[in-house]
């Protein structure tokens, strides 16, 4: 009894430490752009404000993933323009409660507590890129993708294959699928 107790007390850490850890994508785009004519691309502007990091080596993992879709980069008349913002800022997550324990008998004695808690990962720092893609033509925007919730610890060059998902996770959305009328 003892042992399924802590087996289930162990499951329910993990998983909700790993709740905890999971990064966030998002897109947003204009709606009526006909993205099927678009493959070239130049960089425009790349801002990180995290310590430590080279903005020319996040730049090198955008581009990896930009030419594994196809895109090509360009240097005189590109069709779309990349804009790419890398911060750091406390975490939005988690709430506050109050809950009661109720402990099992052991012997003769029980427990009952009253107490107040906190989510985990309230107050943490955490990592977000944000990617535009402006219509170099028109100079529109018109692609937004967002990745939060990353951790600060894989924008270290130890750490390159987990950001290197990030950029893939998040340009894999680049170009939306539309849906036809």
């Known amino acids: 009894m003892k042992s399924a107790i802590s087996r289930v007390l162990v499951i329910s850490v993990v998983m909700l430490l790993s709740a905890c850890a999971q990064v966030r994508y998002g897109d947003d785009f204009k709606s009526g752009t006909d993205f099927s004519g678009l493959k070239t691309y130049q ?4 801002t990180v404000d995290i310590g ?3 903005k020319n080596f996040l730049q090198q993992l955008a581009d990896a993933q930009m030419r594994a879709q196809g895109f ?5 008349a590109p069709d779309l323009l990349l804009d790419l913002q890398a911060f ?3 975490s939005s997550g988690g709430n506050t409660s109050i809950g009661i324990g109720i402990g099992m008998p052991v012997g003769r004695h029980g427990s009952i507590g009253l107490g107040t808690g906190k989510l985990l990962g ?5 990592g977000v890129m944000v990617i535009d893609i402006t219509q170099a ?6 692609w937004r993708g967002t990745a939060e919730g990353i951790p600060l610890i894989n924008f270290s060059l130890k750490a390159e294959n987990k950001l290197r998902e990030s950029f893939t ?4 959305q680049f170009p939306p699928q539309t849906v036809a009328k």
């Open 137 to 142: 033509k028109s100079n529109t925007l018109i």
């Open 72 to 76: 090509v980069p360009s240097d005189s």
């Open 122 to 126: 309230q107050g943490k720092q955490e």
């Open 43 to 46: 960089w425009r502007s790349t």
């Open 52 to 54: 430590g990091i080279d």
């Open 88 to 90: 750091s800022r406390v």
């Open 169 to 172: 996770q998040l340009l894999q």
